[in-house]
């Protein structure tokens, strides 16, 4: 419930103090110039990162693997692509965070653990 209030709350307030602060600093149109560049660089990255999954997660289950690893770069790369099309600098610098492979490891670890905790909670069934 906490982190539904941060990220419903506190996440746009901050945004947008710090939008208004880059557009008095830096000026309005180099301000909308910047999320508009983050907007489609992030949609460009999204694309690459998010077509190179697929194929391994095909990959590896054309091997008869569970592409657990690839399935957690998925949603790591939908969950930062979705970041970078919101306008504001908090949720660019996580998205950019989540696309780039090297600071993607601490999102999917973030991720994996939750979904460990909800599964021994009960929240979560395995059917084999």
């Excluded at 289950?61 to 592409?67: E, R, T, V």
């Excluded at 908090?90 to 950019?96: K, L, R």
Aim: net charge positive; with cysteine; aromatic share 8%.
């Amino acid at each position: 419930m906490r982190l539904f209030f941060i990220l419903i709350v506190v996440v746009p307030a901050a945004e947008i103090g710090i939008l208004l602060l880059s557009g008095k600093t830096i000026g309005f149109w180099p301000t909308l110039s910047l999320i508009i560049l983050t907007g489609v660089l992030g949609t460009y990255l999204a694309k690459r990162e998010g077509l190179q999954t697929i194929r391994r997660v095909q990959e590896q289950m054309a091997m008869g693997q569970i592409p657990g690893q690839a399935l957690l770069d998925g949603i790591c790369i939908l969950v930062g692509g979705t970041l970078l099309l919101a306008p504001g600098f908090i949720t660019d610098i996580t998205g950019f965070l989540m696309l780039f492979p090297p600071t993607r490891k601490f999102f999917k670890l973030l991720i994996a653990n939750f979904i460990r905790k909800r599964i021994q909670k009960g929240n979560i069934k395995i059917i084999n």
